[in-house]
């Protein structure tokens, strides 16, 4: 008899009709673009998107049709539909550093009292996936799904000091590193110096690198691997997180991390 074929997770790729591949590129793009907006206008997203008006209009017709988008009468404007957040539900399901993380992120931010991040690792950049915000007055603040340049970010820097030469030495190679102030490590060989002392105490420090005026203090959570699997971040003025409490707060982040670490049975091998 013949063996019965069982059904691989990933489908092969089919290249009989590319029409296709490019129109969900297309829509796909036309998604990321409304997630960093409240609303946009259809020549706003038209533009941002570099699709022309006609291709755009005919894509979100039918992601409108499938409440992936939604369209505002009174405004005239784009914005994420309800299937979005569904879907987006789906990753906080499956991901269980954000269900284990969230309670400790809170007591973190109300023992501080200043906000409190997690994000992920998506090739060189640093993906905001959950946050809980402080209420002072002057707060930082990331939409959940923004991108940072990971090089520019306390939790973006925790998680490269953890990355196996393979994958760091590559990037530190090859890729480009923008100042985006003028306190942004854009010399590899400072920014290595940097990694490496991240990696000795457990902690980093983003000293107003991506935003003048705006610390952040990171440490990465690992899983059972202990690969860094996540990272979470305390993120406020520099006003507030002055030169004289930063190593101690960095221990309490890496504390906080640590928890959570623990909580997914994750840690850190020598």
Not at 11 to 22: A, C, F, L, Y
Not at 83 to 108: C, D, H, W, Y
Not at 132 to 138: N, S, W
Request: aromatic share 4%.
């Amino acid at each position: 008899m013949e063996p019965i074929r069982r059904p691989r997770g990933r489908p092969r790729e089919d290249k009989t009709d590319p029409k296709t591949n490019q129109s969900l590129e297309k829509a796909l793009s036309l998604l990321k673009v409304l997630s960093a907006h409240d609303g946009m206008t259809l020549t706003d997203l038209s533009a941002a998107a570099d699709q022309p008006p006609s291709t755009v209009h005919r894509l979100l017709g039918t992601l409108s049709a499938n409440d992936f988008v939604a369209f505002d009468e009174a405004t005239q404007t784009w914005a994420i539909g309800i299937e979005s957040l569904r879907v987006g539900m789906a990753f906080q399901r499956r991901n269980k550093i954000l269900l284990a993380g969230r309670p400790i992120m809170t007591a973190l931010m109300e023992a501080i009292g200043e906000t409190v991040n997690m994000a992920m690792l998506d090739r060189f950049q640093v993906v905001f996936v959950t946050q809980v915000e402080c209420e002072a007055p002057i707060r930082a603040f990331f939409r959940i799904g923004e991108r940072r340049p990971a090089y520019a970010s306390g939790i973006g820097k925790a998680l490269l000091a953890h990355l196996p030469a393979s994958r760091l030495d590559p990037f530190l190679k090859t890729e480009k590193l923008t100042a985006l102030t003028p306190a942004t490590l854009a010399d590899p060989v400072a920014l290595r110096g940097d990694l490496e002392a991240i990696r000795t105490r457990g902690w980093s420090l983003d000293n107003e690198e991506a935003t003048p005026g705006m610390r952040c203090i990171a440490a990465p959570i690992f899983n059972e691997f202990g690969e860094a699997r996540a990272g979470i971040s305390l993120s406020g003025p520099a006003s507030r997180l002055t030169d004289d409490r930063i190593a101690a707060l960095g221990t309490q982040v890496k504390a906080a991390a640590d928890s959570i670490s623990d909580l997914i049975g994750g840690r850190l091998l020598s």
